[in-house]
């Protein structure tokens, strides 16, 4: 997505776009935010319907987070879970 389309996308939903305005000012236009830039306190409202994971070197998929309404909806929280490994699924 170029920046200058920012405004004019259809996010679908408030809290879609309340997301994606919170990661655009964590860097400066034309620059990736970084992992240390990211604070999901600055965004409660939102955590419930967020997940973070990490793609490990051994290719590892680990869900650091994995917020309350998710965790409702797969009937598990899976934050500290490894869920994919090998190219498989593991939804243990």
Request: net charge negative; aromatic share 12%; charged share 25%.
């Amino acid at each position: 997505m170029d920046f200058s389309d920012f405004n004019s996308m259809d996010w679908k939903t408030a809290e879609a776009e309340q997301f994606a305005t919170y990661w655009r000012g964590l860097s400066n236009p034309g620059e990736i935010a970084l992992k240390s830039d990211f604070d999901p306190a600055s965004i409660p409202l939102l955590l419930p319907n967020i997940s973070i994971y990490e793609i490990r070197e051994n290719g590892e998929v680990y869900c650091r987070l994995m917020g309350t309404s998710l965790a409702n909806n797969f009937g598990r929280d899976y934050t500290g879970k490894i869920s994919c490994s090998g190219g498989r699924m593991r939804l243990e």
